[in-house]
Nanobody
């Protein structure tokens, strides 16, 4: 399984970006987004149940970030609004296969830079 993240770029504070993650197949129980800021550990952003569509976004990003998926196209999306400089990071998509309980598949990451 291959995951391809895209959509990163440079945006001013208060702006929006939409990240996408294209999967080569869709045998997942859930997919998620993670991010890693320069000099910091990778942190969890949120997840979505692949079949149910149920979402969870961490509190600090809830209300600004929205996760969705298109099961017909095997794509995952992260809509980010009201971006802040502290959102600057490499964003990764990841997937939990149906036979696993961990994020076994990872995309290559896409860089988001928010300028103040």
């Amino acid at each position: 399984v291959q995951l391809q993240a895209s959509g990163g770029g440079l945006v001013q504070a208060g702006g929006s970006l939409r990240l996408s993650c294209a999967a080569s197949e869709g045998t997942f129980s859930s997919m998620g987004w993670f991010r890693q800021a320069p000099g910091k550990e990778r942190e969890f952003v949120g997840r979505i149940g692949w079949r149910s569509g149920a979402t969870y976004v961490v509190n600090s990003m809830n209300g600004r970030f929205t996760i969705s998926r298109d099961t017909a196209k095997n794509t995952l999306t992260l809509q980010m609004n009201n971006l802040k400089p502290e959102d600057t990071a490499v964003y990764y998509c990841a997937a939990v296969p149906v036979w696993s309980t961990t994020y076994d598949y990872w995309g290559q990451g896409t860089l988001v830079t928010v300028s103040s």
